[in-house]
Each structure stands twice: as structure tokens, then as C-alpha cells.
């Protein structure tokens, strides 16, 4: 129900913006999520907002260079990455829970996730 795109190779300082569109959902009443995961690492919050996207968090390693929006009339939310670091490499997901006003940082607490998007950035 969650579908994540946008991901490739990129060089460092590069962009990229990522997408989690929905199906099946209506992400207006949903609170969102981005994780990433690097090999050998285990799965790491970057980024979240609350479902009426009055309350938006980032982990410390992204701030200023990640944003995270949401177009509720297309259903689907984004990351903006902006600035990026071979550090940035991995497999990121995207995350959906219902009607909470939180913004969450822990992944066991999303009903929903989507299947993952590359993002590889050399130096």
C-alpha cells in the first residue's frame, strides 16, 4: 500500500527527492515516516511528521539538508535530500500510522511501510 521511488546513484553534494505514494490509504489521516538502512547497520529514523503535518522532526545527521512534505492530494508524501554524503548511503523506507498527532521515531509504532528505494552517494 506504500510504494517508494526515487532513489539512484548520485555524487556527493548531490540531490535527490524520494516519494511514498499510497494506495489503498488516505495519507491526510496518516502520520509519516522515513527510515533508512545501511548494510551491516540496523534501521536508523530520519524523519517524520504528524498526520496534519503540524509537527515535523529529523534526526541530527539530516537536519537542513533532508525536508519532508506531503502533497495530500496526490497521496503521497516526500524527502527532499539536499547536500548529500556517502554517509546517506542505504535503503530507505517509508512509514505510515494512522491518525497520530506524534511525530514517531520508533518504527514498531507504523502500521504501514512501503518496500524500500536505494540511494547511493559516491564521493
Known amino acids: 500500500q506504500l510504494q517508494a521511488s526515487g532513489g539512484g546513484l548520485v555524487q556527493a553534494g548531490g540531490s535527490l527527492r524520494l516519494s511514498c505514494a499510497a494506495s489503498g490509504i488516505p495519507l491526510a489521516r496518516y502520520g509519516m515516516g522515513w527510515f533508512r538502512q545501511a548494510p551491516g547497520k540496523e534501521r536508523e529514523f530520519i524523519a517524520a511528521?504528524?498526520?496534519?503535518?503540524?509537527?515535523?522532526h529529523y534526526t541530527d545527521s539530516v537536519k537542513g539538508r533532508f525536508t519532508i512534505s506531503r502533497d495530500n492530494a496526490k497521496n503521497t508524501v516526500y524527502l527532499q535530500m539536499n547536500n548529500l554524503k556517502p554517509e546517506d548511503t542505504a535503503v530507505y523506507y517509508c512509514?505510515?500510522?494512522?491518525?497520530?498527532?506524534?511525530?514517531?521515531?520508533?518504527?514498531?509504532?507504523?502500521?504501514?511501510w512501503g518496500q524500500g528505494t536505494q540511494v547511493t552517494v559516491s564521493s
Open positions: 512509514a505510515a500510522r494512522y491518525m497520530t498527532g506524534a511525530v514517531l521515531t520508533v518504527g514498531s509504532l507504523y502500521n504501514y
Open positions: 511528521t504528524s498526520w496534519n503535518g503540524g509537527r515535523i
